[in-house]
């Protein structure tokens, strides 16, 4: 038993490893495609973790929303617009500029984890173990019935603003016609 | 105790994710590389939410329907930002941010 224990133990820091990953993959990357990846890896070890939390039903949207998704849209920003150049020419040049941003990051960093490290957090008196599908689905039908309608109509809407803002875009293409 | 099983852990982790989103929301210069550092961010929160849910909250549905709500608000945000960028790029040859300075005298 205390073998399936420490395997458990070794998956999560797999992925605390994947989330790290991908974000270093991420801020250093030469392309900007290559960003886009080690951000998708990046998520993969949040829905790794979202699995270690309970919920394996967030764990399969994330995987399918923001790599399925999300990172597709990226991907298809990255390819349809500019043309492949070195991301790495474009960041900010200067290594005082890079010290300060590594500096007010890292301080940040040390702050909050501080704060976080000493927090007393108390948890609820009644608290319901229910992380069933189906006592998702209630609570999202019956107590979140209106945030769920509107975060359907917000979603319509920035599909149908997305298409005429990118429509907008190439009627108004100086050198086209 | 384990740390899988911690809340500490977790909210470090989540805290790893923002102040990497903040770093390259700096170090990026171009729009479609602070896209990328924004949901970094939006899923260092999504972490914190799930963290919180499984551990102190008393119903445990809420923190999951909240971070199905920050993917869909995601989701609509790169939608939107995307076609933007492409809207940009089409009238400024270019996505740098220092470039795109119309407004600027």
Known sequence: ?177 | MMPSDNLTSYLVIALFLLVLGIYGMVRHRTFIGMLISGEFILNGAALNFMAFNRFLAPNPAVGQIFTLFIMGIAAAEAAVIVSLILMVYNRYRSIDPAEVDDLKN
């Open chain 1, 1 to 177: 038993m205390i073998l399936y224990r420490y395997m458990a133990e070794a998956g999560f820091f797999l992925f605390v490893l994947l989330i790290a990953c991908g974000g270093f993959v991420a801020m250093r990357a030469r392309y900007l495609m290559n960003a886009v990846l080690g951000l998708s890896l990046s998520l993969l070890g949040v829905a790794g973790l979202f699995f270690y939390l309970g919920s394996q039903f967030l764990a399969l949207m994330q995987i399918l929303i923001c790599i399925g998704a999300i990172c597709i849209i990226i991907a298809f920003g990255v390819m349809v617009g500019p043309k492949p150049k070195l991301e790495a020419e474009r960041r900010v040049t200067g290594r005082r500029n890079r010290a300060l941003a590594v500096f007010a990051c890292a301080s940040g960093f040390c702050l909050l984890s501080a704060a976080i490290l000493r927090a007393n957090w108390t948890k609820a008196p009644v608290r319901s173990g229910d992380f069933s599908v189906k006592y998702l689905g209630e609570n999202l039908l019956y107590q979140f019935c209106l945030p769920f309608e509107l975060i359907s109509v917000v979603l319509l809407v920035a599909i149908i603003g997305a298409l005429i803002i990118s429509g907008i875009g190439r009627r108004k293409q100086p050198n086209d016609a």
